[in-house]
C-alpha cells in the first residue's frame, strides 16, 4: 500500500458518505471513507474483490471505476473517469 500512497497526487477529504454499488448483477451498500477525484477509500460488509469493476452512486450522482484492492471490509476505488468537480462537491458536502 505504500507504493499506492506515493502514486497519489490528488487531495483527499476525509468523509463518511453512504454509497450505493453495483457490480456483477450484485447490489451492495457502502460509505466512503475518504474521496478524491480519482479514487476513494471504501467501507462494506461484504467488498468487492480486487479487479471488479463497479458503479457508484449517491445523492443523484454516479460514477464506474475498478476495485484495486481490498483488505478486511475496506477496499480502494479508482474511477474510470476523473470526478467532476460538481460529483466532489456533492458527494463531499451530502448534498
Do not use: N, Y
Amino acid at each position: 500500500m505504500a507504493e499506492l500512497t506515493q502514486r497519489r497526487h490528488d487531495p483527499r477529504h476525509k468523509m463518511f458518505g453512504p454509497v450505493a454499488l453495483s457490480f456483477g448483477g450484485i447490489a451492495a451498500r457502502a460509505h466512503f471513507l475518504d474521496l478524491s477525484c480519482t479514487g476513494a477509500l471504501a467501507h462494506c460488509e461484504t467488498p468487492p474483490e480486487a479487479g471488479t469493476f463497479l458503479t457508484v452512486e449517491a445523492l443523484g450522482q454516479a460514477a464506474s471505476g475498478r476495485v484495486m484492492w481490498a483488505k478486511g471490509k475496506r477496499f480502494g476505488i479508482q474511477f474510470s473517469q476523473p470526478l467532476t468537480p460538481t460529483v466532489m462537491t456533492v458527494w463531499i458536502e451530502g448534498h
